[in-house]
């Protein structure tokens, strides 16, 4: 399948996992951290995908673009906002660190219909 050029992954990885006590997208489910499965579903679906964090250095092994909150505090608002104002496409499909289930199907069937919803 083609990657599709119009929409930019984003990947939302700035979080503080207070509540959880350690970064969730590198928690591993069977022996892959978390922000790994995301990408192993987001990289074949669009042209570009970009990481927003606050902490780069832990995900440089990933090599991908990367951008700190640009209004820090805000949580995944922030990363919204960074997200919209980096990318150079129209538009983009947001996705947090810590979902391991996506599906390639259904995010491809969101884009093409994006036209006809907000």
């Not at 970064?23 to 042209?47: C, S, Y």
């Not at 700190?68 to 922030?78: C, M, N, S, Y």
Request: charged share 20%; aromatic share 8%; net charge positive.
């Amino acid at each position: 399948m083609q990657k599709i050029k119009n929409v930019s992954g984003v990947v939302l990885a700035g979080g503080r996992s207070t509540r959880y006590g350690k970064n969730k997208a590198l928690v591993k489910l069977h022996g892959i951290p978390l922000i790994e499965r995301v990408l192993d579903v987001m990289l074949p679906i669009f042209r570009r995908v970009i990481i927003i964090t606050n902490t780069p250095d832990e995900y440089s092994y990933l090599e991908l673009p990367m951008y700190q909150d640009i209004i820090k505090g805000l949580g995944p608002l922030g990363g919204i906002i960074t997200g919209l104002r980096v990318i150079p496409d129209n538009a983009g499909f947001f996705v947090a660190c810590d979902m391991p289930f996506l599906n390639q199907e259904l995010i491809r069937h969101i884009v093409e219909i994006k036209a006809d919803f907000d």
